[in-house]
């Protein structure tokens, strides 16, 4: 690619704006894949360091915010895979949450759907964060999870019955 270093540097802030940009759907979605607010955190950090060294992969006509979810997607794979080997334990689900005693009906919700998506499958957890909280379309989340259409609809409608039995 013979791009000008003045273009190139317009490309670099250009992917480091998106990621201003998109940084708290990014922590919400570390938070879905994560179980955890530390990991979750880590999980992001891990994924900007990658967008940042990898900006000229980023093809601009394609939605920012799907390429940056399938990082974080894989940066979680490679995660899991590395504590696998290590044989490190995930902090317990505790770790972390605390409930305020004034907490809210709201606050409370917030917390039942947390509680509930957190024991769904991952492959459903993903869907529902990527297309029901995150509001990508079937198409960009397919994409960011790298599966077919059809079989991110068939997992969101599994986690979608699964979190409303858990819920009702």
């Known amino acids: 690619m013979n791009e000008t270093p003045a273009s190139t540097k317009h490309s670099l802030q250009q992917v480091r704006d998106q990621i201003v940009a998109l940084l708290p759907r990014m922590r919400r979605f570390g938070r879905a894949i994560a179980r955890h607010p530390s990991d979750a955190d880590d999980l992001v950090q891990i994924a900007i360091e990658r967008a940042l060294l990898r900006y000229e992969q980023w093809r601009p006509e394609a ?7 399938g990082i974080m997607r894989n940066a979680w794979i490679d995660e899991a895979r590395a504590r ?12 972390g949450l605390e409930i305020p005693d004034n907490a809210s009906e709201a606050q409370l919700r917030m917390l039942s759907v947390q509680k509930a998506m957190a024991t769904l499958p991952e492959e459903q957890r ?3 964060a ?7 379309s079937y198409k960009e989340a397919a994409e960011a999870l790298d599966v077919p259409i059809g079989t991110l609809t068939s997992r969101l409608a599994r986690g979608r019955e699964a979190l409303q039995k858990q819920l009702e």
Do not use: D, N, T, Y
């Not at 920012?64 to 979810?69: D, G, L």
């Not at 696998?84 to 770790?95: C, I």
């Not at 990527?130 to 990508?136: A, D, I, P, R, S």
């Open 63 to 69: 939605p920012f915010h799907s390429w940056m979810f």
């Open 84 to 95: 696998s080997r290590q044989g490190k334990v995930l902090a317990p689900e505790e770790a």
């Open 126 to 128: 993903l869907a529902v």
């Open 130 to 136: 990527l297309v029901l909280v995150e509001g990508l």
